[in-house]
């Protein structure tokens, strides 16, 4: 496992599936510490669950809007307050894609502002949902993202149509701020797929298959 261990401290632990139970939740939660990894990220539903039986030896992320990020922004805000106050470490929220193909770029910087204040000093990453942009609109969100002091821009649900790719990475590399990082998040199903991804600019991978296929190893 030590040869893994770099990548491993990238991967944020992942068990979004609707219909995972609390017996799965912990059982990935004790994989995130035998493996060291960088969190785990769970159902707001789980938090609190989580955030008792880590006692803060591993971050615990959830997700907000999600997976269809329509909800309105006072529903996104509550979420991110909910979930800080169950122990959440970080927050990955997802935008209003309605917005970006009608060009409500000030709605949208708004709203990430307003989850922003709401995680209360947490990480917080922004999902824009690649396969379902074009380029053009990826490049404005990472100007947006940066503009507005986001901790990440991440690339995918998992739960679309497409998940992350090279060249998605690639373009958030040449187009956000230096202080925003990357995660690619969606069918990452190979140690292969995560190395490209870091080599290409992702400081966080978004999986849950990177630990099944280590211990496989």
Not at 38 to 52: D, G, H, I, L, N
Not at 137 to 152: M, P
Request: some cysteine; overall charge negative; charged content about 25%.
């Amino acid at each position: 496992m030590s040869d893994f261990s770099k990548l491993l401290s990238h991967v944020d632990h992942t068990l979004l599936r609707p219909d995972a139970t609390q017996s799965e939740i912990l059982h990935l939660c004790d994989e995130a510490l035998q493996y060291h990894t960088a969190s785990v990220c769970v159902p707001a539903s789980y938090v609190r669950t989580c955030a008792t039986y880590l006692q803060g030896r591993i971050p615990v992320c959830t997700v907000i809007g999600f997976p269809n990020g329509y909800s309105t922004t006072a529903a996104k805000v509550f979420e991110t307050t909910d979930a800080i106050q169950n122990g959440a470490d970080e927050i990955d929220m997802v935008i209003q894609l309605g917005w970006v193909k009608d060009k409500r770029w000030d709605d949208i910087a708004q709203e990430i502002a307003a989850v922003k204040t709401a995680c209360n000093g947490r990480v917080l990453k922004v999902i824009i949902e690649t396969c379902l942009l074009t380029d053009a609109e990826k490049i404005k969100l990472c100007e947006i993202v940066t503009d507005v002091g986001a901790d990440y821009i991440k690339t995918s649900t998992g739960f679309s149509s497409g998940g992350a790719t090279r060249e998605d990475v690639a373009l958030f590399a040449a187009h956000v701020g230096s202080k925003v990082k990357i995660k690619a998040a969606g069918g990452i199903s190979s140690l292969t797929d995560a190395d490209d991804f870091l080599a290409l600019g992702a400081e966080r991978l978004g999986t849950s298959r990177i630990v099944k296929l280590i211990q496989g190893k």
